[in-house]
């Protein structure tokens, strides 16, 4: 059995994740899920805690009743780290060294482990010159990514930016993990 980190962010494909999680955990691993702030706008922690009857994580300062420092431990336990959906927001915060809440803090802590990006956001976004800047500084440092799709998104625009399929997240994840 391996430990997964799940990171979820804020966006409209927040849903998938719980496929994500809902599967990882039925393949046999330790799913532990951080949720932004953001991401809880989309989807309920409850809906993690039910698929991987694991604590979901959403707070940085709710670490007072553990006796290890929470951002640290989940770091070293974790054999893999996997976030999807990638916001823009977490994808600069990771390339700029941004930890200010409990995901980029858990994922900055990661060494030595593979670290999983699965953007998704608009495709103006996604091709904004300054987000694919930071996808190449975290493809530089060693992030790995699961490239989004072309699809029709949330905005009703067709182009780049829709989460990859979860079926292609799990088959990269469950690869690293063999």
């Known amino acids: 059995m391996k430990n997964v980190l799940l990171g979820v962010t804020g966006s409209v494909a927040a849903y998938k994740s719980a496929e994500i999680a809902n599967r990882l955990t039925k393949n046999g691993h330790s799913t532990h899920v951080i949720m932004t702030s953001a991401a809880r706008k989309f989807i309920a922690p409850l809906t993690f805690q039910s698929l991987t009857k694991n604590k979901v994580y959403t707070d940085m300062f709710d670490e007072t009743t553990y006796e ?98 979860t079926s292609a997240i799990i088959d990269f994840v469950e690869s690293l993990l063999a």
Request: proline fraction near 5%; charged fraction near 20%.
């Open 68 to 165: 290890d420092i929470r951002h640290i431990s989940l770091a070293k336990k974790a054999d893999i780290c996997v976030v999807a959906p990638a916001s823009a927001n977490i994808i600069g915060k990771l390339a700029s060294g941004i930890a200010d809440d409990m995901l980029s803090t858990v994922l900055t802590a990661v060494s030595g482990k593979p670290i999983v990006i699965c953007p998704a956001m608009n495709s103006a976004m996604y091709m904004n010159p300054i987000i694919q800047r930071n996808i190449q500084i975290l493809k530089n440092a060693g992030y790995l990514f699961v490239e989004p799709k072309k699809a029709r998104l949330a905005c009703d625009d067709v182009g780049v930016g829709a989460l990859a399929d």
